[in-house]
């Protein structure tokens, strides 16, 4: 039967790394069976060895490299579907772009899937079943993942290691090494059963030592994370703030009418008491098509319902009238919604926000998914809101999934703040991926991250990347919390550690690859 399969180019190449890719889905959030990763990439590994032993033979009539590049190809063709097929959702906002929705669902992964194929076509002419092709086999693995979270505007969703978010003990690796480190030793870790099947001696004893690792990892998350309530119980300086989730449907105000209405709404879910220091946080997306010179036109309202002692941070467009230029911004203002504080979003959506290629783009007929404006602006600059104690680094949706825009904070940052607007996702598996970002945040800049969404999932979420209060998605309502303010003055060396990593892995390859 074994045989059988191995003979048959079809299941090879195209039929069991497209169900693995599929399959991985299930390592990440809402899932968590973090387990079939130490299935998936074994049996990809050695699909690879395999066509490499038979390549003199049985595909001889087929390309050698193409073979390698398909392996690759179909298993991201899989892995992108099942993971980022919730991106057709936000097509179903307008009916003009549902004729796109199988393209969506076709076409990005079709894009995608080509960063999986590289890496089976670079890794796969040297894969046997020896240690240095393990190691060469995760160096090009993950520099293909870092590739695909830096290039062009990059697209870091879903790697490998955010496979274990739900355990807080491992990840807190995260802080002192970065996330592509974590990411590339994550790979190992999942890769390492392939040595099972090595042709060694030492074959047990080199397995054994990966499992060591591991545990290492979790006895030094155990430590810190005890270690940190120690420290965290001694803080005295808090702030006392607010989340709310209005649970908004997605739609486009059109009218001053709907502006005060959703105004009274949101006062409502906040429910302000006035002679308490309370920083509001409401989520991106609630004020959508509408520009903050619009909403001024209601200050009495929020004059009258908040008093001095209240922060108000929330999301909204901005228009430079020099520039004649909009931004998707986060405001922090007052009760008399005097501006306090403006950041203008740097990493914007590809067709969500902004049209690449704008011109080739228009003579194709596209546009963005969001109405009013054309494309937003890219913001200049990343400066934190410092008040008083308070030192606050803003992220607005979808640069939550970016470790760079937290690595190269300022070291006082005591405080993360994400809005978002998680309509976009629908009634799938996209929010809870898109939280799972917010808790590597967190842990890598030990620092609480508050974060306000739309139809996500808002929540506290502590330094060691422990949700404290949730609220889930599709859930109306606020939660709570003294948010202690921790002075971070640990920065990790995310991609500098990284690169040493793979320098690591080249090394190994190079000095044992004519010697096993």
Same mark, same amino acid.
């Given at each position: 039967?074994?045989?059988?399969?191995?003979?048959?180019?079809?299941?090879?190449?195209?039929?069991?790394?497209?169900?693995?890719?599929?399959?991985?889905?299930?390592?990440? !959030?809402?899932?968590?069976?973090?387990?079939?990763?130490?299935?998936?990439?074994?049996?990809?590994?050695?699909?690879?060895?395999?066509?490499?032993?038979?390549?003199?033979?049985?595909?001889?009539?087929?390309?050698?490299? *193409?073979?390698?590049?398909?392996?690759?190809?179909?298993?991201?063709?899989?892995?992108?579907?099942?993971?980022?097929?919730?991106?057709?959702?936000?097509?179903?906002?307008?009916?003009?772009?549902?004729?796109?929705?199988?393209?969506?669902?076709?076409?990005?992964?079709?894009?995608?899937?080509?960063?999986?194929?590289?890496?089976?076509?670079?890794?796969?002419?040297?894969?046997?079943?020896?240690?240095?092709?393990?190691?060469?086999?995760?160096?090009?693995?993950?520099?293909?993942?870092?590739?695909?979270?830096?290039?062009?505007?990059?697209?870091?969703?879903?790697?490998?290691?955010?496979?274990?978010?739900?355990?807080?003990?491992?990840?807190?690796?995260?802080?002192?090494?970065?996330?592509?480190?974590?990411?590339?030793?994550?790979?190992?870790?999942?890769?390492?059963?392939?040595?099972?099947?090595?042709?060694?001696?030492?074959?047990?004893?080199?397995?054994?030592?990966?499992?060591?690792?591991?545990?290492?990892?979790?006895?030094?998350?155990?430590?810190?994370?005890?270690?940190? !309530?120690?420290?965290?119980?001694?803080?005295?300086?808090?702030?006392?703030?607010?989340?709310?989730?209005?649970?908004?449907?997605?739609?486009?105000?059109?009218?001053?009418?709907?502006?005060?209405?959703?105004?009274?709404?949101?006062?409502?879910?906040?429910?302000?008491?006035?002679?308490?220091?309370?920083?509001?946080?409401?989520?991106?997306?609630?004020?959508?098509?509408?520009?903050?010179?619009?909403?001024?036109?209601?200050?009495?309202?929020?004059?009258?319902?908040?008093?001095?002692?209240?922060?108000?941070?929330?999301?909204?467009?901005?228009?430079?009238?020099?520039?004649?230029?909009?931004?998707?911004?986060?405001?922090?203002?007052?009760?008399?919604?005097?501006?306090?504080?403006?950041?203008? *979003?740097?990493?914007?959506?590809?067709?969500?926000?902004?049209?690449?290629?704008?011109?080739?783009?228009?003579?194709?007929?596209?546009?963005?998914?969001?109405?009013?404006?054309?494309?937003?602006?890219?913001?200049?600059? !990343?400066?934190?809101?410092?008040?008083?104690?308070?030192?606050?680094?803003?992220?607005?949706?979808?640069?939550?999934?970016?470790?760079?825009?937290?690595?190269?904070?300022?070291?006082?940052?005591?405080?993360?703040?994400?809005?978002?607007?998680?309509?976009?996702?629908?009634?799938?598996?996209?929010?809870? !991926?898109?939280?799972?970002?917010?808790?590597?945040?967190?842990?890598?800049?030990?620092?609480?991250?508050?974060?306000?969404?739309?139809?996500?999932?808002?929540?506290?979420?502590?330094?060691?990347?422990?949700?404290?209060?949730?609220?889930?998605?599709?859930?109306?309502?606020?939660?709570?919390?003294?948010?202690?303010? @921790?002075?971070?003055?640990?920065?990790?060396?995310?991609?500098?550690?990284?690169?040493?990593?793979?320098?690591?892995?080249?090394?190994?390859?190079? @000095?044992?690859?004519?010697?096993?």
């Amino acid at each position: 039967m074994l045989n059988q399969i191995l003979n048959n180019r079809t299941i090879l190449v195209f039929i069991i790394p497209f169900f693995l890719g599929l399959l991985s889905v299930l390592s990440f !959030q809402p899932f968590n069976i973090t387990l079939i990763n130490f299935l998936i990439f074994p049996i990809f590994f050695l699909i690879l060895s395999n066509i490499n032993r038979r390549s003199k033979n049985k595909y001889r009539k087929k390309p050698y490299l *193409k073979n390698l590049f398909l392996v690759g190809y179909f298993f991201g063709i899989g892995f992108f579907l099942s993971g980022t097929y919730w991106i057709s959702y936000s097509l179903t906002f307008d009916e003009n772009l549902e004729i796109l929705i199988p393209f969506s669902i076709i076409l990005i992964p079709l894009s995608l899937g080509i960063f999986f194929g590289f890496a089976s076509l670079f890794s796969g002419p040297f894969i046997k079943k020896n240690y240095s092709s393990f190691f060469l086999f995760c160096l090009i693995f993950s520099t293909i993942d870092y590739l695909r979270g830096n290039i062009l505007s990059g697209f870091p969703w879903n790697l490998w290691s955010y496979s274990w978010s739900w355990l807080v003990e491992i990840i807190q690796v995260l802080n002192p090494i970065g996330l592509y480190a974590f990411n590339s030793i994550s790979i190992a870790f999942f890769c390492s059963p392939a040595i099972l099947f090595f042709n060694n001696k030492y074959k047990y004893f080199v397995f054994s030592i990966f499992l060591l690792i591991f545990f290492s990892f979790y006895i030094f998350g155990s430590y810190k994370i005890n270690a940190g !309530q120690e420290i965290t119980r001694d803080i005295k300086k808090t702030v006392y703030v607010k989340v709310i989730s209005p649970n908004f449907d997605m739609r486009y105000i059109n009218s001053d009418e709907e502006i005060k209405d959703t105004i009274e709404k949101i006062v409502r879910y906040s429910d302000p008491e006035p002679n308490k220091e309370t920083i509001f946080i409401w989520p991106e997306g609630i004020f959508a098509g509408v520009y903050f010179e619009d909403l001024k036109k209601f200050s009495n309202i929020f004059s009258k319902s908040f008093s001095k002692k209240h922060l108000l941070i929330f999301g909204i467009n901005t228009e430079s009238k020099s520039s004649n230029e909009f931004y998707n911004s986060l405001i922090a203002s007052n009760n008399n919604l005097e501006v306090l504080y403006k950041y203008d *979003k740097k990493k914007l959506v590809p067709f969500g926000e902004f049209i690449p290629f704008n011109d080739l783009s228009e003579k194709l007929g596209l546009k963005k998914v969001t109405q009013g404006y054309g494309s937003f602006s890219k913001g200049n600059k !990343q400066e934190n809101f410092i008040l008083d104690d308070l030192n606050i680094l803003p992220l607005i949706c979808y640069e939550i999934i970016f470790p760079n825009l937290t690595q190269f904070s300022d070291k006082k940052t005591n405080m993360i703040v994400n809005i978002s607007e998680d309509a976009w996702f629908g009634n799938s598996i996209g929010p809870h !991926q898109h939280f799972t970002k917010a808790i590597f945040r967190a842990t890598e800049n030990n620092t609480y991250l508050v974060r306000s969404a739309n139809k996500g999932i808002s929540a506290f979420i502590n330094n060691n990347g422990k949700t404290i209060k949730r609220l889930e998605p599709n859930e109306t309502g606020n939660i709570e919390l003294d948010v202690p303010l @921790i002075n971070n003055n640990i920065k990790n060396k995310n991609d500098l550690i990284f690169f040493i990593l793979l320098f690591t892995y080249l090394s190994i390859f190079l @000095i044992f690859k004519n010697k096993n």
